[in-house]
């Protein structure tokens, strides 16, 4: 498929109100295009929420994940010197975003093409990062400088908690030694556990069975 029909459609998607009938044209695109898409939902609870994403969303703007948007300020992320507000969401970045939503959960939800592997470029001392479409245990993280502090990897849920794993739709905070790159790749996981294309998990696709 050309390219430039390619990315025609996919904007249309963002059109589409009805998840089943995304999910069910996105399988189709994907089947005849050969990209992978994937449907990522990023919950939030009220108060602060370190949040992420692993796709290349058919639109950035948080206006669009969070729809309707019950945020009460724009993602805000760490730049090392001072917090920044961003209203474009990137792979592989960690974002703050805050609600005073009351109800106990809220889910934003993007559609785009899965990233499989991110490669960061980190400065000395505490990084907000996000991981790829897989869970990935930090233990495969590529890091041929040594630069990651060991145990530093730290998710936020109404306090700072260690983690092993990096998920979708999380954000972290990682601490390193030195400047320099890591490689988040799903292919470099022995025990691969990316998630499979929306399409082929049993629940989703039995919902376009007649």
Partial sequence: MDS???????????????????LYMMDYIGA????????LNVSIGSGWNLIGISLNPLSEHFDSIFKPNPLSSVPIQWNMSEYVMEENLSIGKGYWVHTDFQESLLAGSAIG??????????NEGWNMIAGPWCRL???????????????????????YQPDSVFVNGNGYWLQTSSAGQITLDCAASAGKTALPA??????????FRR
């Fill in 4 to 22: 430039s029909i390619l990315n025609d459609v996919i904007r249309r998607l963002v059109t589409v109100n009805d998840l089943s009938s995304q």
């Fill in 137 to 159: 245990p930090v233990g495969d993280i590529e890091d041929p400088g040594g630069i990651v502090v060991s145990g530093t990897l730290l998710r936020f849920e109404g306090a």
């Fill in 113 to 122: 093409t899965r990233v499989d592997a991110i490669t960061l470029d980190l």
């Fill in 32 to 39: 005849v295009s050969g990209h992978e898409f994937g449907h």
């Fill in 198 to 207: 929306i399409i082929q998990d049993p629940t989703v696709a039995a919902a």
